[in-house]
């Protein structure tokens, strides 16, 4: 049994997959009755249960089983000062061509998508020429030929076109708030779900009684105007992100605290202690993000990381790098990890006037023990501190879970004149599948609401397991179903059943069928799952 991506090429993959998630409810194309609208996308009955899922995981992962992470959910509207704070209607800018023949829009570095560099270069080229204002077109495209050695194609023709020069456009919503006109006021959709966190900062902290180190978590929508949404969930214009921010002290005072050799607090579950310098948070986070895929079931060789170089940085990034995940269209990122310094605590603490500065005070005891003056030792331990962010689009995991589970095998049939049959089956992680398990009582006599089967999958139910009642159909046709939504667990009731009050328990992978008691299939499932 090979995996469907041995055997098909990546986009027959990504049709199959777009296929099964509209087939069997996982996804649908926003408003699609009113011919849909491009970059939204709503999630079916099955579909919010694995999001609901992936979201819990994450949360528990990331937040619940840390005491040093405490947990936030922001309003989506934010005023227009937070995003000039944060740089986002100043800076957050796409360069946007529109193809006069065919009229689609892209943005530049689209045209240039088989080649990173060239992309990147005719990005920072078409911005470059916006700031000097450069409108006429054909000297856009000729300067940007000397540069590249070549003129850039139609992406989706391959062909030669006639481009208009690179406009500016900012990805931002914007939003009228209250009476329009005067006495309104202007905000924005936020535009990621970290700027909440750092605006929060001061009250969380506060509240939580959290000392630095320590972390703030959010999952939340975010919304970007993208000018070209694409690969279904990858690239929308509403989106859910899953970030933390973990602030720690600056290098300089730990500097300090080592020249004073003060001691060393251990630190949490494994983690960096609390001299650790900031590049050391950094890399311990990219290997606690790389092990939380293995957690979630993603196969390891699906997933590399790409270090952004020091040239390339954003502004407000020290250190970079993004875990990319191999989608069926290609390498693509999941998830950022930057190093962002003080960068976004000044940023608001200048803009609101308000002081975003933590007084460490157990550094300040340290550092007057071992003989600094009051004053000066005041004036290290009072400190901005510096922020790890982990950021992963809860979207883009939930086509990369899916990609990652989607497999074809091949089964015996009883069907007349075919030797075989496909079986699609999502191999999901137990915890992340829509459906626990499923009871199917095997005729319809052994159902209705006074049956034992029945009664198994109340009690199934009022255990907290996602279960669900099949009645109906062949057998073989009613596992078919649940291993095209994943469900990894079939419990068969049958005439057997009456006299030995046990079940037949299928397994979606092993295909193992197992007798158990109805009194000890809930404690077998949860046993499973919890081992799983
Ligand atoms: P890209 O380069 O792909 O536009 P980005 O570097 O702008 O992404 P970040 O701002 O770092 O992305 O956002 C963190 C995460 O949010 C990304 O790794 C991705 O998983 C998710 N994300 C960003 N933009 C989108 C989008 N338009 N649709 C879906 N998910 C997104």
């Known amino acids: 049994m090979g995996t469907l991506g041995e055997q098909v090429s990546g986009l027959e993959q990504m049709d ?12 649908f194309q926003n408003s699609e009755v009113y011919s849909g609208l491009a970059g939204f996308w709503d999630y079916g009955p099955l579909g919010v249960e694995l999001k609901r899922n992936i979201e819990r995981f994450w949360w528990n992962y990331m937040v619940r089983r840390r005491d040093n992470v405490a947990g936030l959910d922001a309003a ?14 100043g800076a957050f800018h796409d360069a946007l061509v529109d193809d006069k023949n065919s009229k689609e829009r892209f943005r530049i570095d689209q045209l240039l998508y088989h080649n990173e560099e060239d992309a990147e270069a005719a990005e920072i080229y078409a911005l470059e020429a916006i700031a000097a204002g450069v409108a006429d077109e054909t000297k856009f495209w000729d300067g ?7 003129y850039p194609l139609n992406p989706n023709t391959g062909k030669e076109s006639r481009f208009t020069a690179p406009r500016q456009f900012n990805l931002m919503f914007k939003q009228g708030i209250g009476a329009t006109g005067e006495g309104g006021q202007t905000g924005y959709l936020r535009a990621e779900t970290c700027q909440p966190i750092f605006v929060d900062f001061d009250s969380v902290r506060v509240t939580s009684r959290q000392r630095v180190p320590f972390g703030i978590a959010q999952i939340g929508k975010a919304f970007r105007n993208e000018i070209n949404p694409r690969n279904f969930l990858f690239r ?4 859910s992100q899953m970030e933390m921010e973990f602030f720690v002290r600056p290098d300089t005072l730990i500097e300090q605290l080592k020249a004073a050799q003060a001691t060393e607090t251990p630190g949490l579950h494994d983690q960096p202690g609390s001299l650790a310098p900031t590049h050391h948070w950094y890399e311990y986070w990219q290997g606690e993000r790389r092990s939380y895929y293995t957690a979630l079931g993603i196969p390891d060789k699906l997933l590399r990381i790409h270090d952004h170089p020091a040239e390339k940085l954003a502004h407000y990034a020290q250190l970079a790098s993004d875990i990319e995940f191999q989608f069926p269209f290609g390498w693509g990122e999941l998830e950022g990890i930057h190093h962002r310094g003080e960068y976004d605590l000044r940023q608001h603490q200048e803009h609101s006037g308000k002081k975003f500065e933590y007084f460490d005070d157990d550094a300040h005891r340290q550092l007057t023990e071992s003989g600094m003056n009051k004053d000066e030792a005041r004036q290290l331990a009072t400190y901005l501190p510096n922020c790890i962010e982990t950021s992963v689009g809860l979207d883009r995991t939930f086509l990369a879970v899916l990609a990652a589970a989607y497999d ?15 079986r699609i089956v999502l191999r999901l992680h137990p915890r992340l599948a829509p ?3 499923a009871v199917f009582p095997l005729s ?21 397991l996602a279960a669900e009642y099949d009645d109906a159909g062949s057998i073989g046709k009613r596992y078919r179903r649940m291993d095209e939504i994943g469900t990894p667990w079939c419990l068969t009731y049958d005439f057997d059943s009456e006299e030995d009050g046990a079940v037949t328990v299928r397994d979606r992978d ?23």
């Open 510 to 532: 092993s295909l193992d069928q197992d007798r158990v008691s109805l009194e000890e299939v809930p404690m077998l499932l949860l046993q499973r799952l919890s081992e799983s």
């Open 236 to 239: 929308a214009r509403e989106f």
């Open 444 to 464: 319809k006599k052994l159902s209705g609401p006074d049956s034992k089967a029945y009664k198994l999958y109340r009690t199934l139910i009022d255990m907290g």
């Open 16 to 27: 199959k997959l777009v296929t099964l998630c509209k087939r069997r409810g996982f996804v």
């Open 144 to 150: 940007l030929k000397d540069k590249l050695g070549y």
């Open 435 to 437: 459906v626990t398990c």
């Open 408 to 422: 074809e095998d091949v089964q015996e049939t009883k069907h007349e004149g075919k030797e075989a049959d496909i």
């Open 76 to 89: 989506l509207i934010g005023p227009e000062a937070v995003w000039v704070a944060s740089g986002h209607v």
